[in-house]
């Protein structure tokens, strides 16, 4: 069983910067592919940046957040980030870590075996 409890959510302007973090329990956490998904009010829950186990080699990103986000993961601390720049309004939505049973990192929410509770992201104009 993993846990994850995210943090760092808040209240933004545009062309500003956070940095999500997802701290996960247990001790084994390398073993798991970590992703990073949102859901905007009215829509459905979307991929938005996933890491590989192990040291996190393999990173994908979803086209709208490629060259702003980065993920990445600090296997001393059992914390993934999420470093997002450039926000913009279309940006807001509650953010949600996932963890899966896997080495490989995947974008698809239905591999994901754990999920934390969501941290909001508000990006005003």
């Known amino acids: 069983q993993v846990q994850l409890v995210e943090s760092g959510g808040g209240l933004v302007q545009a062309g500003d910067s956070l940095r999500l973090s997802c701290a996960a329990s247990g001790r084994t956490f390398t073993s798991y592919a970590m992703g990073w998904f949102r859901q905007a009010p009215g829509k459905e829950r979307e991929f938005v940046a996933t890491i590989s186990g192990g040291s996190g080699g393999w990173t994908t990103y979803a086209d709208s957040v490629k060259g702003r986000f980065t993920v990445s993961r600090d296997n001393a601390r059992n914390t993934v980030y999420l470093q997002m720049n450039s926000l913009k309004p279309e940006d807001t939505a509650v953010y949600y870590c996932?963890?899966?049973?896997?080495?490989?990192?995947?974008?698809?929410?239905?591999?994901?075996?754990?999920w934390g509770q969501g941290t909001q992201v508000t990006v005003s104009s």
């Open positions: 996932a963890a899966r049973g896997s080495w490989q990192h995947a974008v698809s929410p239905s591999l994901y075996d754990y």
